[in-house]
């Protein structure tokens, strides 16, 4: 028996009371039928159900911070993909002022103001070298990760003053959160930055030169050498030192700068957006982005000698973080599919894609009379399985996808269940024997079950499959089955539908059944 079977048993633990668990072939049910039951009162099959698949256009998707526990990585870049055509994203954030609070002192003059936001890294193990007796010596290498489209090609950044206030709190409703979406247009003010960018695992490195330390501005004095203390590389934006010399060091005496609230009204964030025709869009974790200030200021020094000095303030990404996706669906076959969808009799391809994209709507029993029958048919339902198929060769595709109630907006009770759990639900990538990414399934065997209970049914429900995100991960601890629409994740995959019905491939319901020969 599979390594997967013997997860399922494990996770099962009681199991069924003539079966001793949950397996995924016939021959396995048949094997155990044979084992378990001498008196052959019990016999065992499967089906396959023709079921419904069609597209959804998801016009937008939440990108806030302000849900407790819930914290969605931002995005920002520009990306075009030849199935679902092009996108891009701006990353906003309001900044928070720094633990001591402002103030530049004397006669202060600014060398150099930077946006720093880290590249989120993937740490892998390569080998380096094999000794002469043969041992294998490996090295840690850091490369950059989640990031999609292609990193070669260049394309602008701009950085902008926000001229909207974001809000913590809904005002309409100050108990909850505010809750910004995608496709929220925002007012935006001064160019603070423009120049063209891509990806750079070496940007490890900011050289600040200080020429404020004599007495004339048209030398560099000195240069001081700025990188983390891992050495990880970071994203940096050099910003108009003029604008925070009027705007930060002139009014440092504000009561703008008493308490972060009163910062934020004052300066509210910054907009950071890309354009191109093309190129890369990437995820990020703001956490550790910052706004840095170098600036040079009068100290005095022993015997009252004024003293040149190099000062630094770090401003750290906080408060309300948000972002601003908008898609063009610039190939024709994802825009009919999406604009036009066939919810009669479904669809031969299912796009799914995160970001305010797509994703498929699932109809599981369309034929009511085939439900009551099946339901009739007083099956014991071992185990259920959807399977859905990658068609054709995809090589960059989501590497899990995630099944939800659509119309209660809920999981699914097998993705939560002590008996079942995500392990089992599934989701998860798999690959062909070439190694080449497959399909996704997921068993939905306690929903079935329900479903098909001759004396206590449930109704049915339409699902529906995305992209996977973090958030969509169950809590046991908050007992939350509600699934957010957060969806940061750009990459898409092409699936295949459940026509033509020639397909032996296409989307469709498994069960696994036994059945009592005395009825």
């Known amino acids: 028996m599979s390594n997967k079977n013997v997860t399922i048993f494990k996770n099962i633990g009681l199991g069924l009371v003539f079966f001793f668990g949950i397996i995924s072939c016939e021959k396995d049910f048949e094997d155990i039928a044979v084992n378990l039951i001498d008196n052959k009162a019990f016999s065992v099959g499967d089906t396959l159900l023709e079921i419904i698949s069609y597209n959804k256009n998801v016009m937008s998707s939440r990108v806030d911070n302000n849900e407790a526990g819930k914290v969605p990585l931002s995005l920002l870049g520009v990306y075009q993909d030849n199935d679902f055509g092009y996108m891009r994203s701006a990353l906003i954030s309001q900044l928070k002022l720094p633990i001591l609070g402002v103030n530049f002192g004397d006669n202060a003059v600014i060398d150099l103001v930077v946006v720093d936001m880290p590249y989120l890294l993937k740490d892998t193990l390569v080998i380096k070298e094999i000794t002469e007796d043969k041992d294998t010596i490996y090295e840690r290498v850091k490369s950059l990760d989640f990031i999609y489209g292609n990193r070669k090609m260049e394309y602008n950044i701009t950085v902008n003053e926000l001229g909207t206030f974001l809000n913590t709190l809904d005002p309409l409703d100050p108990s909850k959160g505010m809750k910004y979406y995608s496709d ?3 007012l935006i003010k001064d160019l603070l930055h423009t120049g063209s960018f891509k990806p750079n695992v070496n940007d490890t490195v900011l050289y600040v030169e200080r020429k404020y330390l004599d007495d004339d501005p048209g030398t560099v004095d000195d240069i001081d050498t700025i ?11 050099i910003l108009n030192s003029d ?13 703008d700068f008493d308490d972060n609230l009163s910062f934020n009204h004052y300066f509210r964030g910054l907009y950071i957006d890309a354009d191109g025709v093309d190129g890369s869009i990437m995820n990020l974790a703001t956490t550790k982005a910052k706004m840095t200030i170098y600036y040079t200021n009068d100290i005095k020094g022993k015997d ?8 630094t303030m770090h401003f750290s990404f906080g408060g309300v973080k948000t972002g601003k996706y908008i898609k063009d669906y610039n190939q024709p076959e994802i825009r009919e599919a999406l604009d036009f969808p066939n919810v009669d009799d479904g669809e031969q391809k299912l796009f799914i894609q995160g970001a305010s994209g797509s994703e498929a709507i699932i109809d599981l029993f369309p034929d ?6 099946l339901r009739e048919k007083d099956w014991l339902i071992n185990e259920a399985n959807l399977t859905i198929y990658i068609r054709g060769d995809q090589k960059e595709v989501p590497s899990k996808l995630f099944l939800y109630n659509y119309e209660y907006g809920s999981m699914i009770s097998d993705n939560y269940s002590f008996k079942f759990g995500p392990e089992v639900f599934g989701g998860v990538l798999e690959y062909d024997n070439n190694g080449e990414p497959e399909k996704y399934k997921f068993r ?7 479903i098909l209970d001759k004396e206590d049914p449930k109704a ?17 601890k908050a007992i939350d089955t509600i699934i957010r629409d957060y969806n940061w994740i750009p990459k898409g ?18 069960i696994y059944y036994s059945k009592s020969k005395l009825k």
């Open 460 to 476: 049915p429900s339409i699902l529906a499959l995305k992209n996977f995100v973090n958030t969509d991960g169950f809590d046991p």
């Open 368 to 373: 009511e009379f085939e439900l009551e029958d």
């Open 227 to 237: 990188k983390a203390e891992d050495v990880s590389p970071s994203i940096k934006f």
């Open 444 to 450: 939905i065997t306690k929903y079935i079950k329900d």
């Open 304 to 311: 009252d000698v004024v003293v040149k000095t190099k000062q």
């Open 493 to 510: 995959v092409v699936l295949k539908g459940n026509l033509p019905e020639t397909d032996k491939e296409r989307i469709k319901l498994e």
């Open 184 to 186: 929220k247009d925002y």
């Open 243 to 255: 604008f925070f010399k009027n705007r930060f060091v002139d009014h440092q005496d504000s009561p």
